[in-house]
């Protein structure tokens, strides 16, 4: 197949919503329309019984929230498909906002009784900064949840989405009837079985048409007919660009446990989701079709099994085709690497592969070459803008707990933080290490994978920090600058590149230095003009 056949088959997207949405079911159903399942229950009891194959943690077992971002690709309709899992727990939502910078598109899932949750709020909003096509699925329609006109509204104000239905449901819950597909203007209809294909549709191409009736009954045919008459009136016509443009939101409803209106969402999907994008390097736009291979680490995921104490990078390939055994350029450290055992990743395995293309995501083995945000390219410096680091919530002192074991515990720590676990601030003061994390339940990851996977133990201590602050000294005045480090040098540190921050104990003190020092910056991302 030609190299721009390949790139244009390509549909590169991830999932979002709030946990226990239904993410992780979708996910599953849309596997079992490539073929990539044979069964429902595939995803969840795979996970159960053997890590390796979704590449998830220990721990994610135990506490059963999706805890790992994993890549799961299938083929249909003649696409190659990659869906990019994200973990929806709220202390993993910097793992996640760094799995959107890998996405062309996102589909969100909401609950259709919850509505609009606060982590799909905060995971939207992300995704419309960056303008990345949505799809909105409502999902538990057959459960009793909000009207769908309320939910459309609620949709539309908390997330700020315009949106327009692309198909409708017939009643909820109890009483769901079946899904008119406003878009290919047939009905589906429910039957409560969950089955691997669509349950049969029938074309009703004119709504007063009385076959309508016969298939839902007389009440339920006049109720869709007002509803979709309003709807008509009062959403946008479906417009693709638009879509794309990140400025108008098609909805579809279904239950995903049902496989219910899901063939029509992976339908409607297949036909306008964007192939690979372009995207923005520091020095230029690079495009897709571009001869030249380059990408991206936008995550890095440990090896769990003991055996293989290696890592694997995940690289979005942006340009050109990835090549097995060729010389790539790490552009930060300036060397030249060789990877012979490129992965790709299907539904249940990954396997090595000789060539990849834009859009799909390579796993390449790593003994601690690469962090996240590092750019691979066929020779040319290129950087890859985006991947930022935010200010953490939560800050602990972390001490060595076994004096024997000072090597390893500093070893894992490094490496943790080059996956982005959390992040590493050390006091220029003293050298005391303070790990900053998104979230409480962080700490416990990093105590238990130091642990597990580098046999060290750590504690932690407290440590009060408001805000961590990256100091830009671009244009400050020196006699500024010298004054700010000697008075505050009790609160400076440097993160993990060497960049200068500011740990801010209270709003206030913050707010005086800033005051007292009006030509120093002060961000709360690590990333600035
Ligand atoms: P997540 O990945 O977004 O966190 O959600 P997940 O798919 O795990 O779904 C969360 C719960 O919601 C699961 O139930 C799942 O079965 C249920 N669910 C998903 N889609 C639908 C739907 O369309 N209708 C209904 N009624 N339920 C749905 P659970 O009891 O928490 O887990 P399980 O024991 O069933 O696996």
Not at 179 to 186: C, M, V
Not at 247 to 265: D, I, Y
Not at 308 to 332: M, P, W
Not at 364 to 382: R, V
Request: proline share 4%.
């Amino acid at each position: 197949m030609k190299f721009t056949d390949e790139i244009a088959r390509r549909r590169t997207f991830g999932i979002v919503s709030h946990p226990d949405a239904g993410k992780t079911t979708l996910t599953e159903k849309l596997l079992l329309y490539g073929g990539a399942i044979q069964e429902a229950g595939a995803v969840k009891s795979n996970k159960i019984k053997k890590g390796a194959a979704s590449d998830f943690m220990e721990i994610e077992r135990q506490r059963g929230i999706s805890v790992a971002t994993s890549v799961l690709a299938f083929e249909y309709d003649g696409k190659k498909i990659n869906i990019l899992d994200t973990p929806g727990h709220k202390d993993f939502a910097e793992d996640t906002f760094r799995t959107l910078t890998a996405v062309d598109s996102v589909i969100v899932v909401i609950d259709v009784a919850k509505g609009v949750e606060e982590q799909t709020e905060k995971l939207v909003k992300v995704c419309r900064m960056r303008q990345i096509p949505i799809i909105v699925f409502v999902n538990k329609m057959d459960r009793e949840g909000k009207d769908a006109f309320d939910l459309l509204d609620e949709i539309e104000q908390k997330l700020e989405l315009r949106v327009t239905p692309l198909s409708f449901p017939i009643g909820m819950g109890y009483d769901l009837k079946g899904i008119y597909n406003i878009h290919r203007k047939n009905v589906n209809l429910f039957t409560g079985a969950s089955s691997k294909d669509i349950h049969s549709t029938t074309a009703i191409s004119d709504l007063n048409d009385e076959k309508l009736n016969q298939l839902i009954g007389d009440p339920a045919a006049e109720t869709l007919r007002e509803e979709l008459e309003l709807a008509t009136g009062i959403y946008p016509e479906f417009n693709r660009q638009e879509y794309l443009d990140g400025e108008l939101q098609p909805v579809f409803f279904g239950s995903a446990l049902h496989n219910f209106g899901v063939k029509e969402l992976l339908d409607g999907f297949i036909e306008i989701a964007p192939a690979p994008r372009a995207k923005n390097a520091e020095e230029r736009l690079v495009k897709p079709n571009e001869k030249d291979f380059s990408g991206f680490v936008f995550k890095i995921h440990a090896n769990m099994d003991p055996r293989h104490r290696d890592r694997l990078a995940f690289i979005k390939i942006v340009s050109g085709t990835f090549e097995r055994n060729k010389a790539y350029k790490h552009v930060r450290l300036d060397k030249n690497l060789k990877f012979s055992s490129p992965n790709a990743f299907f539904a249940e395995k990954k396997e090595i592969v000789d060539e990849s293309f834009p859009g799909d995501i390579v796993g390449l083995h790593d003994t601690g070459n690469f962090k996240i945000g590092d750019t691979l390219t066929s020779g040319e410096e290129l950087h890859y803008k985006g991947i930022p680091s935010f200010s953490p919530e939560h800050f602990r002192y972390i001490n060595n707990a076994d004096p024997m074991k000072s090597k390893q515990l500093a070893k894992g720590i490094d490496q943790l933080m080059d996956e982005g676990v959390a992040q590493l601030f050390t006091l220029e003061l003293n050298g005391r290490k303070v790990i900053g994390t998104v979230g409480a339940l962080q700490f416990e990851v990093i105590q238990y994978r130091l642990e597990h996977e580098y046999g060290a133990t750590c504690s932690y201590e407290n440590l009060n920090v408001h805000k961590a602050c990256w100091v830009d000294g671009s244009v400050a005045k020196p006699e500024e600058m010298t004054d700010f480090k000697r008075v505050k040098s009790k609160f400076l540190c440097k993160d993990k590149r060497g960049q200068l921050v500011f740990l801010a104990d209270s709003s206030f003190s913050l707010q005086m230095t800033q005051q007292k020092y009006p030509s120093i910056k002060f961000h709360f991302i690590s990333e600035f003009e």
